[in-house]
């Protein structure tokens, strides 16, 4: 059974720092890219940021400006994002994915992504 799960979420004030990991178990972490995704209240789900197998390609939304890092480490079975200088608009329901593919590859698409965690809470007070 596959499990995508998420930890490090919590509230922060708005110009800190946060770090989400993801721990997978149930598959075979080095043959899939990791996705980050995030839902606020009353919005539809978007993209955060991509990392292919092997970490080589990264991908990130336009809005997150430099302040977002995806890493992986295939060894332990996580993919990680780091957060800073954090906004209250940031604030949301944080998911990871996982994408089935041992390629450069990595998708913004939610669609193309094969398993899902229960997400983590972030809050950015201003």
């Known amino acids: 059974q596959v499990q995508l799960v998420e930890s490090g979420g919590g509230l922060v004030q708005a110009g800190g720092s946060l770090r989400l990991s993801c721990a997978a178990s149930?598959?075979?972490?080095?043959?899939?890219?990791m996705g980050w995704f995030r839902q606020a209240p009353g919005k539809e789900r978007e993209f955060v940021a991509a990392?292919?197998?092997?970490?080589?390609?990264?991908y990130y939304e336009d809005f997150l400006k430099g302040r977002f890092t995806i890493s992986r480490d295939n060894a332990k079975n996580a993919v990680y994002l780091q957060m800073n200088s954090l906004k209250p608009e940031d604030t949301a329901v944080y998911y990871c994915?996982?994408?089935?593919?041992?390629?450069?590859?990595?998708?913004?698409?939610?669609?193309?992504?094969?398993?899902w965690g229960q997400g983590t809470q972030v809050t950015v007070s201003s």
């Open positions: 990392i292919n197998w092997s970490a080589f390609r990264t």
């Open positions: 149930g598959l075979t972490f080095s043959s899939y890219a």
């Open positions: 994915a996982a994408k089935l593919g041992r390629t450069i590859e990595v998708s913004r698409r939610d669609a193309e992504y094969d398993y």
